[in-house]
């Protein structure tokens, strides 16, 4: 699996987007980009995924760049409630495929 | 509520004693896993189970020893646990295993080893 590389923290203003970088510059043809969030004491969540187009859905934006190298996870307006460890993955969706986890962004909204 | 419920959500136990951990989904999933959650560290992926049969087991020693009876349950076993075993245990569950985008995760128990 290629592997990804995150900012270990980064605050958030409380309203305004906030805006998640992960450099995946090994990444293959075949890969998607992944993105789950864990909220302090509770399992991992799902946000979205993509390949290589823009992604949307009531969560979060994906932006991937045109070469696939690195990937921009957007929350358009962020809440308290958005506090947690942003995890950015990259494998490919192919049967046998588990999700493996590295250290993500722990984001903090901040009021 | 998720749809991945896990029990207990906190446990202690001594390092003689013999406990276990209980995952249920009805989600209709086939595939189910354990991850161990410590402290400033990644989640690690333990066991993997596709309808009901162990698929993968990543070097988890053999105080831990899972079981999945049918397709909406799983446990992990523990006994003789060290103190350094104290984790997050958490449970999921994807439709097969390849589904990386669809995995449901319980909201985890916090085992404590003293």
């Known amino acids: 699996d290629a592997k990804t590389t995150q900012p270990p923290s980064m605050d958030c203003a409380e309203g305004r987007a906030a805006n998640l970088p992960c450099n995946h510059s090994?990444?293959?043809?075949?890969?998607?980009v992944y993105w789950y969030r864990q909220i302090h004491s509770q399992g991992p969540q799902y946000i979205i995924h993509?390949?290589?187009n823009n992604e949307t859905n009531e969560m979060a934006s994906l932006i991937i760049t045109e070469d696939r190298k690195s990937s921009t996870l957007i929350l358009p307006h962020a809440t308290l409630r958005d506090t947690a460890v942003y995890y950015c993955i990259v494998s490919p969706m192919a049967a046998g495929n588990k999700l493996t986890f590295g250290g993500g962004t722990r984001v903090l909204v901040k009021p | 509520e998720t749809g991945v419920t896990q029990t207990p959500r906190h446990l202690v136990m001594g390092m003689t004693n013999k406990k276990s951990l209980k995952c249920e989904q009805h989600l209709g999933h086939n595939a189910m896993y354990w991850y161990k959650q410590s402290a400033k560290k990644p989640l690690e992926l333990m066991f993997v189970?596709?309808?009901?049969?162990?698929?993968e087991n990543n070097s988890v020693p053999s105080r831990f020893s899972p079981e999945c009876p049918n397709s909406s349950h799983l446990f992990l076993h523990l006994h003789t646990l060290q103190p350094e075993d104290s984790a997050l245990y958490l449970c999921a569950s994807s439709q097969e295993i390849g589904t990386l985008g669809g995995y449901t995760f319980g909201s985890g128990t916090r085992l404590t080893v003293v």
């Open positions: 189970y596709s309808l009901e049969e162990r698929v």
């Open positions: 993509g390949l290589k």
């Open positions: 090994t990444i293959s043809g075949n890969e998607y």
